[in-house]
C-alpha cells in the first residue's frame, strides 16, 4: 500500500510501513510459513490506550479473534500474568497466540517526532502524552525514585522506566524517540516474562515487537517491527520471522 507520508516517517524509523501493510504482511508470514489462518488466532495486544490507536487499527486485524487488551499507558502489559493466563485460555484448540506489542510515537506532517494534529484540534497535542509528560519530568528531575503511587501506578511506572535510563534519554539527540526505545526495551523484557510464566493450551506463541508511529489525523499510521519470533511449545524452539515479514517488501531498508 502506498502512502504519500510514508518517507517522513522513514527519516526516523526507515523500516516502517504501513500499519495496513504490516497487519498484511504479519497474517501472510504466519499463514504461508506457520499455517494458521487469521481465525485460527488468538490475538493480544499490549499497545497505548490512547484513543488514537483505537482509530488507527485496520481492518484485518479483526479477522483475527480478539484482541484481548493487555496494555495501559504508551503499551505496558499493566494486565500482568492475570490477564496473560486470561486470554491464553481462549485461543482455538487447533490455533496460535499471538502478541502485539509496542509503545507508541507521534510524527506530524513535517516530520516533528513525539506530537500530532488530532481530530477536531487546532493544535499539535503530545503523543505518547504519557512519555512526554515523564520526560517532561524526567528533564525538571522531578521524578523521585521508587516513587509510585496507587493513584498514578501506571504513569509513575512509566517515570520509574525511565528514570533507570536518564542519561541515556536525556543524552540523546531526540530524547523522546529514545525514551521510545527505551520504553519497547522494557515492555519486551516484561513480555517474554510473562510469556514464559504462562501455560497455554496451543502449540506455538508468536510474538510481535514494534513502535507504532500515529500520524496526523490524515495520515494514517504506521508500524516498525523490531521482534517477530514463533515459540514451538512442544520442542521449546524459537524462530525469527522478521526477515521473511519483510521479504514481502524487498523496498525495506535492513
Same mark, same amino acid.
Given at each position: 500500500?502506498?502512502?504519500?507520508?510514508?518517507?517522513?516517517?522513514?527519516?526516523?524509523?526507515?523500516? &516502517?510501513?504501513?500499519?495496513?501493510? $504490516?497487519?498484511?504482511?504479519? +497474517? !501472510?508470514?504466519?499463514?504461508?510459513?506457520? *499455517?494458521?489462518?487469521?481465525?485460527?488466532?488468538?490475538? $493480544?495486544?499490549?499497545?497505548?490506550?490512547?484513543?488514537?490507536? &483505537?482509530?488507527?487499527?485496520?481492518?484485518?486485524?479483526?479477522? =483475527?479473534?480478539?484482541?484481548?487488551? =493487555?496494555?495501559?499507558?504508551?503499551?505496558?502489559?499493566? &494486565?500482568?500474568?492475570?490477564?496473560?493466563?486470561?486470554?491464553?485460555?481462549? %485461543?482455538?484448540?487447533?490455533?496460535?497466540?499471538?502478541?502485539?506489542?509496542?509503545?507508541?510515537?507521534?510524527?506530524?506532517?513535517?516530520?516533528?517526532?513525539?506530537?500530532?494534529?488530532?481530530?477536531?484540534?487546532?493544535?499539535? @497535542? #503530545?503523543?505518547?502524552? #504519557?512519555?512526554?509528560? $515523564? /520526560?517532561?519530568? /524526567?528533564?525538571?528531575?522531578?521524578?523521585? *525514585?521508587?516513587?509510585?503511587?496507587?493513584? !498514578?501506578?501506571? =504513569?509513575?511506572?512509566?517515570?520509574?522506566?525511565?528514570?533507570?535510563?536518564? !542519561?541515556?534519554?536525556?543524552?540523546?539527540?531526540?530524547?523522546?524517540?529514545?525514551?521510545?526505545?527505551?520504553?519497547?526495551?522494557?515492555?519486551?523484557?516484561?513480555?517474554?516474562?510473562?510469556?514464559? &510464566?504462562?501455560?497455554?493450551?496451543?502449540?506455538? %506463541?508468536?510474538?510481535?515487537?514494534?513502535?507504532?508511529?500515529?500520524?496526523?489525523?490524515? =495520515?494514517?499510521?504506521?508500524?516498525?517491527?523490531?521482534?517477530? !519470533?514463533?515459540?514451538? +511449545?512442544?520442542?521449546?524452539?524459537?524462530? @525469527? /520471522? +522478521?526477515?521473511?515479514?519483510?521479504?514481502?517488501?524487498?523496498?525495506?531498508?535492513?
Amino acid at each position: 500500500m502506498s502512502n504519500i507520508h510514508l518517507e517522513t516517517i522513514k527519516k526516523w524509523y526507515p523500516q &516502517a510501513l504501513t500499519t495496513t501493510d $504490516a497487519v498484511d504482511h504479519l +497474517l !501472510d508470514t504466519v499463514e504461508k510459513h506457520l *499455517g494458521f489462518k487469521p481465525e485460527q488466532l488468538m490475538h $493480544a495486544d499490549s499497545i497505548c490506550c490512547d484513543d488514537v490507536n &483505537a482509530l488507527q487499527y485496520p481492518p484485518r486485524a479483526f479477522d =483475527m479473534l480478539g484482541p484481548f487488551h =493487555m496494555g495501559g499507558l504508551n503499551g505496558f502489559p499493566f &494486565a500482568g500474568i492475570t490477564g496473560m493466563n486470561a486470554f491464553a485460555h481462549h %485461543v482455538p484448540e487447533d490455533g496460535a497466540v499471538i502478541i502485539f506489542y509496542a509503545p507508541h510515537i507521534g510524527i506530524t506532517k513535517s516530520g516533528n517526532i513525539g506530537e500530532i494534529s488530532r481530530i477536531g484540534q487546532q493544535s499539535n @497535542s #503530545a503523543c505518547c502524552g #504519557a512519555a512526554q509528560g $515523564a /520526560l517532561k519530568k /524526567l528533564i525538571s528531575g522531578e521524578i523521585i *525514585g521508587g516513587n509510585i503511587s496507587s493513584l !498514578d501506578f501506571q =504513569m509513575n511506572t512509566i517515570e520509574q522506566i525511565f528514570l533507570h535510563h536518564k !542519561d541515556r534519554i536525556l543524552g540523546a539527540e531526540s530524547p523522546i524517540f529514545e525514551a521510545t526505545e527505551v520504553m519497547y526495551e522494557a515492555i519486551d523484557e516484561r513480555m517474554e516474562v510473562l510469556v514464559q &510464566a504462562t501455560s497455554y493450551p496451543c502449540k506455538n %506463541v508468536i510474538l510481535m515487537g514494534a513502535i507504532f508511529i500515529n500520524g496526523d489525523r490524515d =495520515m494514517g499510521s504506521f508500524c516498525q517491527c523490531k521482534k517477530f !519470533d514463533s515459540i514451538n +511449545l512442544e520442542t521449546g524452539k524459537r524462530e @525469527s /520471522l +522478521l526477515e521473511k515479514y519483510y521479504s514481502l517488501n524487498p523496498s525495506v531498508i535492513k
